[in-house]
């Protein structure tokens, strides 16, 4: 292969890997308001997924909640500081997974800080609430199976009708609408009766009723897949766990990627209407892998709070040699007895642990349980979730106080104003550019040009493949750059114009242009590499997204001035006068 | 070929007398600038010294003197911009700066909204966009800034002196520092306020008034070896930066038209960074030709190092 052969194959793939790199990015870029709302309806994991794929919007220029909080460490015994900050991030994470944002990032900054951005997310005083209030660990006890499968069955009829309703609306909004209203009507009348039911009306009504047969929703084998438009709800749940006794409890599996829209379902009034008031869903607090898919757990609770997590003492992780690693607590007093009522009342039953409404696990009660427990990890779990559930039992009986010592709420409309700017000031400079370039080099500048475009091409790929976060600053590094990277172009252009003027060959011109210009060109980059290196380290937020951008443009602006435009000129070496 | 600088014979060496002043100046300038910065002086941003600022707009149109004056009893010391161009009409930044605890921004900022609130019964304020930052988290802001100027300049530094002879390191150094106070000491002047951009600004200047005065000595290195006498030291270094001049103001114009078009249509966030950017590449420039060369040449004639 000759020495010319490998650049054009090297830029050649680099071009395909930065297409595929952009392709996420363009789909969402190019897709309307209305094209996006029908995707969050039909399919919010697809688009969850874009989301993650296509370049990252910072908080600055999509809107959004930048907080960084501050354990009160001086507030807790010494022996309650270790682990408080990990304590008050696992509280922290599980509120904010449920507030549908996209990418939360929550990390910890030093000994004491926790920086937490909900980009999109713009409701600065529920998102203060839930981060800034202090954790509550409550024990619930899971509901039957013949009772959650009732309300399943109510559930699946509700959403369906309400689907089909909606999918109505989409195909024929005239025709279909007289027979919506009519059965609105009906579910009105109907859900106006069962408005107080509890579920011990429930466990009555289905005495009477023969016609479910609860073997049915329990028992139902995953693979032979229910009808999604009849069953909407149970068709995306996969029984979880039965006891030994082969007794089912309302725990299921849901993909990953049916969790929002199940959260909606649950959420409609007319679902709310068929939930007893006295059962509440409640899902798990993390994703985990089951049968090689990502999964939520979706619980089934009886709202009654059975016991709290502040009884709890000496919460402490070991590693048995039989069964694995297993959490301990002991409980003092008045708890003692309250949880060896609880507990012997309900042996063989899962007990939910329920941090902030959300579902750590839910072992079984083995044995009546009075001043020492002991929670079970299974042979089989991994010191991660050993420690989560040491931490979330912690964090329940040591809550960690926290303070916001910052706060940053961007409005949406700030973000697309930045944007717009943003975009017109980069289109703008960069036309400038070209035009300058173009007109005073020439059919060279004209090379230089799409050296240029292929620049921010390449700049744009590295930032979608890299996953780093666009910000207002970020932007101007992006044009900064632009203005940068010519300068290679115009110091190789000026010494080629020099040495032609000596009288020298467009071939010794050519050669004598790139030498020259090359240690010039290398010593200024690496200069702004260390300045972009130095913000890196220590800069913060959008001054991070200026320095990324910086450093990436120049790099990439050495590469396409010494190979992609380089080339082009290898080319024209052999031409008798050179335009430039 | 189209050339705007053809070739030139500028005696910019000659002019080195009358530009140093210039620079001396400028220099003083940026030092007691810096002074201002660092015991806190300075009009700091809400990012070093903590604080609220508040982005919002009334729906019916507002005196700019009307905010200040229903502001002025309770927050004495608010700084009060209008928002031109803006998504929303009747826009206004409003700053208070310098909270004495943690929890203070969270009041400062319920209080400055009812006050508002009050004050324009009729005409609601929305918030646009908040910022509330904490002592604490100013100082830490403040802290790293310190932490990425010094790693910057001494990694800059390190690299001219490996690159370059003793002489030109030094020189180049000097160069690079001058552009920097000089900046600082301008954007005081002119009551810009000190923020994180504004140090990045800085850093990002301090690397590109490098390249320029890389570019020159580059030049002269390959120059001085036509050069054989002592008494042509002086034209080698001024015939250098002659031949580099339309690549100087080339590099200077294409990276101006990117840096003006950000402050004119870049808005509000980067307006004082893209500000400090065309100050920085003016000087930058300035300070290739007039800062860097000369001291090289003032050394040399003082005390020869070549051509003994």
Redesign the interface.
Known sequence: MSKKNWRVILTGVLIILAFIALWDTYKLWTMSDTEVQAMQDDDPGALLHLQQEAIRLGLDLQGGIHVVLRVKLEELDKGAQTDAVDRAMQIIRNRVDGLGVAEPTIVKQGNERIIVDLPGYTDADRAEELIGQTALLQFKLLETADNGNLILSRLDSVIAEYEAARRGEVSDTAGVAEADSAGMFDLLAESEASDQTTSSDLMAELLGDSVVDTADLFGFDEELGLNEDEYPLTSRLELAFSSSKGVGWPSFAVAKKDRERIDRWLSLPEAARVIPIDVQFAWGTRTEVRNSREVYYLYLLKRKVQFLGKYLENISLRRDPMSGFVVNFSLSGDGAARFAQLTGANIDKPLAIVLDDKVESAPFINSKIRRQGQISMGSSAKIDDARNMEIVLKAGALPAPVEIIEKNVVGASMGADSIRKGFSAAVLGLSLVLLFIGLYYRLSGVIADVGLLFNIFFLMAVMSALGYTLTMPGIAGIILTIGMSVDSNILIFERIREELRTGKTVRASIDAGYDRAFVAIFDSHVTTLITAGALFLFGSGPIKGFAVTLFYGIVISLYTAFVITKQVFDFRKGYRTLSI | ??R?IGETHIDFIGARKIASVLSVGLVALGIFALVMVVTGEANLGIDFAGGNMI?GSFEQPVLIEDLRAATAGEFPDAQITELKD???PNAFIIKVKRPET??A??ETSLRLKSTIAESFEGNPFT????????P??GQ??RS??Q???L??LC??VL??WV?FDFRSGIAATIATLHDVLAVLGITYIMGLEFD??IV?AL??L???S??DT??VF?RIR?NLKRFRTRGEFATAVNSSIN??L??TI??S??????????F????E??HN??LA?ILGILIGTYSSVFVASPIVVEWEARKPSRFK
């Open positions: 070929m189209f705007l982005i803006f998504e929303k943690e929890a921004g969270r918030v646009v966009s908040e910022h509330i930052i904490g604490a988290v830490t802001l790293d800034a932490k990425a100027v790693l910057s990694c800059i690299y001219i690159r994180l951009l990045t850093l990002t301090a690397g590109y490098l390249t890389v570019v580059d390959e031949e580099v339309s690549r080339n590099t114009l294409t990276t101006l038209l990117v840096v003006g078009t950000l004119f249509l870049g808005g966030v980067v960074f893209s950017l």
